[in-house]
């Protein structure tokens, strides 16, 4: 099943628990507007090189639409479709003033050099300038771009509209980027495993740990982790994976990581096969790398406690169903990765008053929501007798519902 297939199964189900309206189900359903653009540029050997940008647009009941633009060869409008939704419900769960849109360019971003991927950004923005803005649309970083493209994001839409901080977030700090969003979306999931934890009468400290995926979520939730006592005993990412059932030093293995490009070659722990990740034995999983990496074909091999999904839509339906069968426990994505997106609200609000918050500050707000967010979530399973996933879908689905009612959607 694939990722938008994935998502509008949880929405309508979460839909029929609620009781929502046939046709007020099917407006949250269908996007408020999609955007499929050509962007062309002159490599640096002379020859033109034309790829296909997407921006989909999904609900703006609860305020300006949010969400990342991806560089990745696998970019479709499927995936970019089902990103945004999942964005619409996890800025409704998060209680931040949003609604939900994604974008991407299909490209493959290593193969290209700097100055290609900044003449790739500009011409993209271009062509989507007039149909994003602070109170429109607001991009973000994602997987395959960084502060360094919001800058880029930002210069080029300052060009028409004057200079407009608010209009993207995960921006460098010297240009009015938040302190704190670098790992925000890590230190989200540090949290969210903190709520969950505790409703179990357990902490951090002491559990045993697996992370798929060393990015910028994953190495900081391994870093943070640790830092709260877990032990984190096996990696991967791109390049390959390591296990150390004493618990790796995460500190050396991010020194070797950015040194290397990646984990393969690390002497700190065993080299094993990336495909076995997923199923070692640990308490708590946590998945942050791409979709559908826990399906049906390896549910029944993992033998975590908890999984913890910092990565956008990890686990195919079939799988949750074979999970929840043998007690184990998900926290979806739409509650543990909103870390990033809070933040990014935060950076928002800082632009727009013209103040900037000092990172303390940051991580405690962020500590609130992501606790709250819990709370709310878990309410909601009370109510409705369902799983934690569909407890947060239900609360997604329903505050946008309500805010579309309110503003009046069949006038």
């Not at 007020?24 to 490599?43: A, D, G, H, W, Y």
């Not at 499927?78 to 003033?97: F, R, S």
């Not at 495993?193 to 190495?219: D, M, P, W, Y």
Request: charged share 25%; net charge negative; aromatic share 6%.
């Amino acid at each position: 099943m694939n990722a938008l297939a994935a998502t509008s199964r949880n929405f309508k189900q979460a839909a029929k628990l609620l009781g929502l309206d046939s046709k007020l189900e099917k407006s949250l359903l269908i996007p408020f507007r999609e955007i499929k653009v050509e962007c062309t540029i002159p490599k640096d050997d002379g020859t033109l090189a034309s790829y296909v940008g997407f921006r989909v647009q999904h609900d703006n009941a609860r305020g300006p639409m949010k969400g990342g633009i991806r560089y990745h060869h696998e970019v479709d409008p499927d995936e970019v479709n089902a990103l945004a939704q999942l964005m619409t419900w996890k800025t409704a769960v998060a209680n931040i003033p949003y609604g939900g849109a994604k974008g991407g360019i299909g490209c493959s971003p290593g193969e290209l050099s700097i100055s290609e991927l900044e003449r790739l950004t500009r011409v993209f923005t271009q062509k989507i300038h007039d149909l994003i803005g602070i109170h429109t649309d607001v991009p973000a970083p994602d997987m395959g771009t960084n502060s360094q493209t919001m800058a880029w994001i930002l210069d080029e839409y300052s060009k028409f509209h004057g200079y407009s901080p608010a209009v993207v977030t995960g921006k460098p700090v010297d240009l009015g980027g938040s302190l704190g969003r670098d790992a925000a979306t890590g230190r989200g999931v540090l949290f969210a495993t903190e709520a969950l934890l505790a409703e179990h009468g357990k902490s951090i400290a002491g559990q045993r740990f697996v992370i798929q995926g060393f990015g910028n979520v994953g190495s900081w939730a391994a870093q943070l982790i640790t830092e709260a006592g877990g032990k984190v005993i096996a990696i991967s990412d791109v390049t390959g994976a390591v296990k150390n059932s004493n618990g790796l030093d995460i500190p050396k293995l991010m020194k070797h990581s950015a040194e290397n490009r990646g984990i393969k070659g690390f002497d700190g722990g065993d080299a094993i096969d990336p495909r076995s990740l997923l199923t070692e034995e640990c308490d708590v999983l946590i998945p942050a790398a791409l979709g559908g990496v826990i399906n049906k074909d390896n549910a029944n091999d993992i033998k975590a406690k908890y999984i913890i999904e910092a990565a956008n839509h990890p686990t195919d339906p079939e799988a949750d169903e074979i999970l929840s069968k043998k007690g184990v426990l998900i926290l979806p994505d739409i509650l543990a990765n909103s870390g990033g997106v809070t933040v990014s609200y935060f950076e928002w609000v800082q632009n727009i008053q013209g103040f900037m918050w000092d990172e303390e500050k940051v991580n405690s707000e962020l500590r609130t929501y992501m606790q709250r967010g819990f709370r709310d979530v878990k309410e909601m399973c009370r109510s409705h007798h369902c799983d934690l996933r569909m407890g947060a879908f239900t609360l997604g689905v329903n505050r946008v519902a309500r805010a579309t009612v309110l503003r009046g959607w069949e006038s």
